[in-house]
């Protein structure tokens, strides 16, 4: 990530709770709580519709849904890449209600490190990177955890990596 003038030489963020009015400008909260709702299957199910803009992406992509078993990551998070998907949009959700830290920043051709934001999930959210948001690979802080992925399949590479630059440190840390 080339360094924008003025660009701080260190940013230390404490992830903030992860809400639907914070996360807004990167992409969909994924959560029953606050969530339109309707009775199904006889009345056996809720169904809580329509949590996120999957977005394949244009001509012959389609929606793939992948298994991610991940491990965790020693914290403060020293932040030292970021990746975006400019085709399509990325979905994760846990499947055994592991809190997971999300470290984002605005799509666009370069990231600003002062633009980069942290959250951490409540365990039962996931989120949707809207296509092109510029975000940090998953992460876990307490134990492995696997995740259901939402993401794009089809011809075109999808996946750009950013650097922070030497002699700069993001570093993202727990609320106590």
């Not at 903030?16 to 914070?22: D, I």
């Not at 996360?23 to 009775?39: Q, T, W």
């Not at 809190?99 to 942290?118: K, S, T």
């Not at 992460?139 to 990596?161: H, K, L, W």
Request: proline share 10%; aromatic share 6%; hydrophobic share 45%.
């Amino acid at each position: 990530m080339p360094p924008a003038p003025g660009t701080p030489a260190s940013l230390a963020l404490v992830a903030q709770p992860l809400t639907r009015e914070a996360f807004a400008a990167f992409g969909d909260v994924i959560e029953s709580a606050h969530s339109r709702s309707m009775s199904i299957n006889a009345g056996m199910t809720t169904r809580f519709h329509d949590l996120a803009r999957v977005d394949p992406g244009p001509g012959d992509s389609r929606v793939l849904v992948n298994i991610f078993e991940t491990q965790p990551y020693a914290m403060p998070l020293q932040v030292g890449m970021l990746e975006r998907h400019p085709l399509g949009s990325q979905a994760f959700v846990p499947m055994d209600g592991s809190r997971f830290l999300v470290v984002v920043a605005p799509a666009g051709e370069a990231v600003r490190v002062e633009d980069i934001r942290a959250f951490v999930t409540d365990g039962k959210q996931g989120v949707n990177y809207a296509r092109g948001v510029w975000h940090h690979p998953l992460v876990v802080t307490q134990q492995p955890a696997s995740f259901v992925v939402i993401d794009r399949g089809g011809v075109g590479p999808n996946c750009d990596e950013i650097f922070v630059p030497p002699g700069c440190e993001v570093r993202v840390s727990l609320a106590d």
